[in-house]
């Protein structure tokens, strides 16, 4: 079993949906929970971190950790055609002092207009 | 301001051959990732940096791959004697420290890739 599994998709919505994004992980020892989201031919940029389970919004995203279930979502409100993208999960465990990113697979998004 | 830059940003070798991907982190970045990130994959670990040192390499893959960072800022990734399963998009990110900071851990900023293919 991998750390951390996420479903690739391609996950399709029309725009204005609402789009629910989830992981599971495997590890109760990881302590740092982060989405990035990932351009065609970009690196992964940084959507959401939070370290605590419960809710954490930013304008049209919500970030949830459900740390009992080892779950975590990203929920993305009216959906537009610019958040078109692959989401990564990422967890983090600090470690002797410093911490590395474990992440998830991807899931591929596509938002039509 | 500039972000964390890599070149080439493609790069395509024959089997057998030796190559490096060169990475500039943020100025004032003491920490340096390495990930590789296979087609339909997420990126995977390969190896830390905090200054010059390398503190951590357990993601490297096998004894042909090495990176160095010789002044602490930028780096390169060196692939001696390539195989074809060594096709992806090698990553490299930064941050301010890889320690905890008062909120957390700091955010590792990545750059565009560099992406290499082994024919």
């Known amino acids: 079993q991998k750390e951390v599994e996420q479903d690739p998709g391609p996950l399709s919505v029309p725009e204005g949906a609402i789009v629910s994004l989830n992981c599971t992980y495997s590890n109760s020892a990881f302590q740092y929970f982060m989405w990035y989201r990932q351009y065609s031919r970009k690196g992964p940029e940084l959507l959401m971190y939070?370290?605590?389970?419960g809710n954490k919004e930013d304008g049209r995203f919500t970030a949830q950790v459900d740390k009992s279930s080892k779950y975590i979502s990203l929920f993305i409100r009216d959906s537009q055609p610019s958040d078109s993208a692959t989401y990564l999960c990422a967890i983090a465990l600090m470690n002797s002092g410093y911490s590395t990113l474990t992440f998830g697979k991807g899931t591929m998004l596509l938002v039509s207009p | 301001g500039a972000g964390v830059s890599q070149t080439p940003s493609n790069k395509v070798t024959e089997k057998g051959k030796y190559v490096e991907l060169r990475c500039d982190p943020i100025?004032?970045?003491?920490?340096l990732y390495w990930y590789r990130q296979s087609l339909g994959q997420g990126p995977e670990f390969l190896i830390y940096f905090q200054g010059t040192g390398a503190a951590d390499d357990s993601g490297l893959p096998n004894d042909r791959f090495f990176a160095v960072r010789p002044e602490g800022s930028v780096s390169t990734l060196k692939i001696q004697r390539t195989e074809r399963g060594d096709s992806a998009v090698y990553l490299c990110?930064?941050?301010?420290?890889?320690?905890?900071?008062?909120?957390?851990?700091?955010?590792?900023?990545f750059g565009p890739g560099t992406r290499l293919t082994v024919l």
């Open positions: 100025s004032g970045h003491t920490a």
């Open positions: 990110a930064s941050s301010l420290s890889a320690g905890r900071g008062t909120s957390g851990v700091y955010e590792q900023f």
């Open positions: 939070t370290y605590s389970s």
